[in-house]
């Protein structure tokens, strides 16, 4: 659907209780699953804030592992250089990467679709190089990048695996109801605006270039967020950890989990840490199969043939049959 | 000033790798509207094939040529298996196809070939009674070569009656049908020229930065802004595009401190800049959107 | 059985209908004329004959059911469709649309003579051989599409409205060369025309279509003279 989720009854209560499982997850799960889980929400974030950019607002993006990367090294050059704690690192991550979405945004007024597409990809291939930039190499640690050590648990009892999750969640969940906010305000209504008839939207008064920017801006904090999270589960950034490949699993989660969605970043994240070891698990048994990232795309064109919508607009399909199903 | 010429011969040669790649997207851009993002990848493993003809002992023209043929074929097959089915979707769709396109490739060659850097030998001799200072034997080969694959493609497209077809189709589909010319099939026949001339350019690259998978995407970076400076309505503005590129990369390297690590950065540069103030490039046409 | 024939011919944008069931028929040889005002349906007529909307109901060209068939397998046939807007190639010179109009034939040599035919018939179109095809006036690019035409060696013609957008002697020109080539090749024309009187005196039959909807047909002379059919349904 183009538009989000009016909120019913059913969705609500869909949303708390999911809420409520993953609270008690990190109990039910080994700490390594936990681990897993919270690489999948970062994931997540970053995905959400693609499917704002794009699904949401029409701007294609092939790029946002250069967010996600301004994102993970704000967190890790605050911390290391500045002395900062994990948890203020994580605003520094957000307004870093919001700037630098947002001053991306502003050439990309220009530059339609394909092309817009054509520049993000330009910035997603000359980001790890951009971070291994001799000139910034006190700051980015060059080519051996910066170590970060996982935050210590918050509460007593909790393993650091078990309070990150919880981090991550709670972000998650905020981002998602800050979302679901945004796209029902007008703010939200101008940006779906500009993306079914930019013509036609400006004619209605809409400042394009305002919210467009802002936009870009917000969907690159998301990534940045993403990726502040994702350098505190893997304790480290390296500029070759941040190249064009990431961006593309941030798409695949996107689309996979339905790209004009906010509930689909989740099953998009959940897709991207746990379908390689699905296919792993498959290449074992049958030698001949080839690796993981060859199947994704594989699926990942699949997907776009058949199911365009990915799995959440798969659910809301499937919802409104067996609704029309039941009335009659 | 031995310095600059060699800079610059330098950059004409590489200019000329991005020059058939640049060609290879602006053919199927000017035919279908579409980036080929998987371009690079599709002249990766197309160079890998004929790596593999070399381990079984071909010579190297022979696995080439092997290697084109075969990549025409290819071409042609993806343009009708992978790519129909979205040829009227809206753009993101078609996007994603490619990426997926590019994940498959890059990652069954890594499969097959392994991630390990591969030397791969030039299609000319070291010693063909040419010699100078200035310029090294493969390099002028590279610029030789491209300069006749150029000219065949002009040819081709200019005088025979199939290149006449080609264009009508791209021009005027429903006209083009309306005079018999099947325009599927033109489609189909444009992909895999450029899937041959991508992988002229992946053959004559490899030799200068080794063959891996990973070989080509800063490559294609190059070309797409090659051919966004020459033009994207113009297949030879796109060429003298990469040409132009391919220079400028060297000297920016030498001359612009720091220049020589944000190669890729002045790629993105140039691509922003061009897209923001001369759109049609500086051979290309205008071409005007109407509401 | 006649050369082309059209039963029960329904066509489709997406989901609207454009046209109804439409019936009519044409002898080999023969003019026949579609008239009706604009959005009467007939350019979808003779698209739908050239396979380029959706449709139902029949579709037979010398016995053969087009209605399976891709619009370049139909042009194979022997139809030449000229459509609305000329349809020329902008940026090919003269010659290449030509050769593009040869393009289904092979013998080099009877694609050469039949383009210096089309330079007899339209000298124009000589003059400007190496032209680019954007760059000549309305009336020549008519010419230029009805030399792309001819180039086929057409069975029948489908032409889209010839006359419009052009002055009222090149119209003219135009008609007469179209009498030439019935009377030399044989050929038989469906023309679609907003024009009723000029297309009246060429056509032999005519079909009026109102919305989709045949509402009149008849043998030409006689609705041109019949001056009450004239002033309710063509308006003159």
């Keep these: 659907m183009t538009r989000p989720n009016r909120i019913t009854p059913a969705l609500l209560i869909g949303f708390l209780a999911a809420v409520g499982f993953a609270v008690i997850l990190p109990h039910l799960v080994s700490n390594f699953t936990t681990y897993q889980l919270t690489l999948a929400m970062s994931w997540g974030v970053a995905m959400l804030g693609l499917n704002v950019l794009t699904g949401y607002n029409g701007q294609f993006s092939i790029g946002h592992s250069a967010f996600f990367a301004a994102g993970a090294y704000g967190a890790a050059i605050m911390i290391e250089h500045a002395g900062w704690g994990p948890y203020e690192a994580i605003a520094a991550a957000a307004g870093f990467s919001f700037i630098f979405g947002f001053l991306f945004g502003l050439p990309a007024l220009r530059l339609e679709g394909l092309y817009l597409a054509l520049a993000t990809f330009g910035l997603a291939v000359a980001t790890p190089q951009l971070l291994k930039f001799d000139a910034f190499e006190d700051w980015t640690g060059g080519v051996q990048g910066i170590f970060v050590p996982k935050p210590a648990p918050l509460l007593e009892g909790l393993s650091a695996d078990q309070s990150l999750y919880y981090v991550a969640l709670a972000i998650m969940v905020f981002l998602m109801v800050i979302t679901w906010c945004i796209l029902h305000s007008r703010s939200g209504r101008a940006m779906m605006a500009i993306r079914d008839n930019p013509i036609a939207a400006r004619t209605m008064g809409i400042n394009l270039p305002l919210v467009k920017t802002t936009t870009f801006g917000i969907s690159a904090m998301f990534a940045g967020i993403g990726g502040a999270l994702f350098t505190y589960s893997s304790e480290f950034v390296s500029p070759d950890a941040f190249n064009f490949f990431i961006a593309v699993y941030i798409l695949v989660g996107s689309v996979i989990g339905g790209i004009v969605s906010i509930p689909g970043a989740i099953f998009g994240g959940l897709f991207v840490v746990f379908m390689p070891h699905v296919a792993e698990d498959v290449s074992n048994i049958y030698t001949f199969i080839p690796p993981p990232w060859a199947v994704f795309g594989v699926f990942l064109i699949l997907v776009i043939y058949f199911v365009p919508f990915g799995i959440w607009g798969g659910i809301e399909r499937l919802a409104a049959w067996t609704k029309r199903k039941m009335a009659g | 000033m031995d310095l600059f010429f060699q800079l610059t011969l330098a950059g004409l040669a590489i200019g000329s790798v991005y020059a058939c790649v640049a060609l290879a997207v602006v053919m199927i851009y000017q035919a279908t509207d579409h980036f080929n993002f998987a371009q690079g990848e599709m002249a990766m493993f197309s160079t890998f094939i004929a790596f593999t003809f070399l381990t079984f002992g071909a010579p190297v023209w022979l696995a080439a040529v092997g290697a084109i043929a075969l990549s025409f074929i290819a071409g042609l097959i993806i343009e009708r298996v992978v790519i129909k089915p979205v040829e009227n979707a809206p753009v993101l769709n078609q996007i994603i196809v ?74 005027n589909p429903d006209s083009a049908r309306l005079v018999g010319v099947s325009v599927s099939w033109m489609l189909a026949l444009g992909w ?81 800049i061009v897209l923001l103030f001369k759109p049609a490039g500086i051979f290309g046409r205008v071409v005007v959107k109407r509401v | 059985m006649a050369f082309l024939e059209v039963k029960g011919l329904k066509a489709y944008y997406r989901q609207v209908e454009a046209l109804h069931g439409i019936s009519f028929e044409l002898e080999e040889g023969g003019i026949t004329t579609i008239l009706g005002a604009n959005g009467a349906g007939k350019t979808t007529t003779l698209r739908a004959i050239c396979r380029m909307v959706r449709t139902e109901g029949e579709i037979r060209f010398d016995g053969k059911d087009l209605t399976g068939m891709a619009t370049e397998n139909v042009v194979r046939l022997g139809i030449a469709h000229i459509p609305e807007g000329r349809g020329t190639f902008v940026r090919q010179s003269v010659e290449e649309n030509l050769q593009l109009g040869g393009y289904t034939r092979k013998n080099k040599r009877e694609i050469a003579e039949d383009i210096e035919r089309v330079y007899d018939y339209f000298p124009r179109l000589r003059e400007r051989q190496k032209q680019q095809a954007g760059t000549l006036s309305g009336g020549e690019q008519q010419m230029l599409a009805i030399g792309r035409a001819l180039m086929l060696r057409p069975r029948l013609m489908l032409l889209d409205e010839p006359s419009f957008g052009l002055a009222p002697l090149i119209i003219q020109e135009i008609y007469q060369i179209m009498r030439r080539i019935r009377e030399a090749e044989g050929t038989s024309m469906l023309l679609v025309e907003q024009n009723a009187n000029i297309a009246l005196n060429l056509a032999d039959h005519a079909y009026l279509l109102e919305t989709g909807d045949v509402v009149m047909s008849g043998e030409s002379h006689i609705i041109r003279d019949d001056e009450n059919v004239r002033k309710s349904y063509l308006g003159y």
């Design chain 2, 98 to 171: 490619f990426i997926g396109l590019l994940m498959i490739l890059n990652n069954v060659a890594g499969w097959i070939w392994e991630f390990t850097i591969k030397p791969f030998p030039s299609l000319f001799p070291a010693d063909w009674g040419f010699h100078s200072d200035l310029i090294g034997p493969h390099h002028i080969g590279v610029i030789g070569l491209t300069l006749i694959v150029l000219l065949a493609i002009y040819l081709f497209f200019r005088f025979t009656r199939v290149g006449l077809a080609m264009r009508a189709a791209a021009a």
């Design chain 2, 192 to 272: 895999g020229l450029a899937a041959g001339v991508g992988a002229i350019g992946g053959i004559l690259v490899a030799p200068i930065v080794y063959l891996d998978p990973n070989m080509m995407s800063g490559v294609l970076l190059y070309a797409f802004a090659g051919a966004l400076l020459g033009g994207v309505s113009s297949p030879f503005g796109a060429a003298m595009g990469g040409l132009i590129i391919g220079v400028l990369e060297n000297w920016v390297g030498q001359y612009v401190p720091g220049g020589s690590e944000l190669k890729l950065t002045f790629a993105l540069a140039i691509i922003v």
